[in-house]
T-cell receptor, first 114, second 117 residues
């Protein structure tokens, strides 16, 4: 069964500090891995997307890593800002005959405090 | 580019009534749209996949007669919650599939908060 697990479920960090979110997956066949940011009461917004051959990808203060061998990914937030308070969702895409199918992780809720 | 809108953003309805939610891809054509439901502090759960001009494919456990999906054009899909009950109260999010570079990307709408009283 395809699964995506994220940790921690939630975390609180002080403004200006860094943090790292984890994502482990068992999805086959693997197509790509995405990180989304979801503000409360809003739809998810894509941060990064990585294929099997990519180890790291950055989007501003967000840096995602992927280890396809161990099936792990991380999202690192540098110099956090209050606006980073949101849920971060790891999503893995698998290749199906009818098109890509997404498997969602449970998300990590990040709260940045001043 | 790649903007997906939903209407309404919030709706409150009485138990037993029906509610229609619209999902539009504003600047691209989407042959495939998806409908998700999200309960508080949980991740998105796929309800159904909607292909333009054909019947929607529902996920296991989702009642097709209760959640009616219509995808009549390449830019519009609608979800109608029929005979709504309080347990249908949730955050409903649609997404539309488009092409971004080498990938099929899913662009998510802003969501619709449904409250059934």
């Amino acid at each position: 069964k395809n699964q995506v697990e994220q940790s921690p479920q939630s975390l609180i960090i002080l403004e200006g500090k860094n943090c790292t979110l984890q994502c482990n997956y068992t999805v086959s066949p693997f197509s790509n891995l995405r990180w989304y940011k979801q503000d409360t009461g809003r739809g998810p917004v894509s941060l990064t997307i990585m294929t099997f051959s990519e180890n790291t990808k950055s989007n501003g203060r967000y840096t995602a890593t992927l280890d396809a061998d161990t099936k792990q990914s991380s999202l690192h937030i540098t110099a956090s800002q209050l606006s980073d308070s949101a849920s971060y969702i790891c999503v893995v895409s698998s290749i199906k005959a009818a098109g890509n199918k997404l498997t969602f992780g449970g998300g990590t809720r990040v709260l940045v405090k001043p | 580019g790649a903007v997906v809108s939903q209407h309404p953003s919030r709706v409150i309805c009485k138990s037993g009534t029906s509610v229609k939610i619209e999902c539009r891809s504003l600047d691209f054509q989407a042959t495939t749209m998806f409908w998700y439901r999200q309960f508080p502090k949980q991740s998105l759960m796929l309800m159904a996949t909607s292909n333009e001009g054909s019947k929607a494919t529902y996920e296991q456990g989702v009642e097709k007669d209760k959640f009616l999906i219509n995808h009549a054009s390449l830019t519009l899909s609608t979800l109608t919650v029929t005979s709504a009950h309080p347990e249908d109260s949730s955050f409903y999010i649609c997404s539309a599939r488009g092409i971004s570079g080498d990938f099929y990307e899913q662009y998510f709408g802003p969501g619709t908060r449904l409250t059934v009283t």
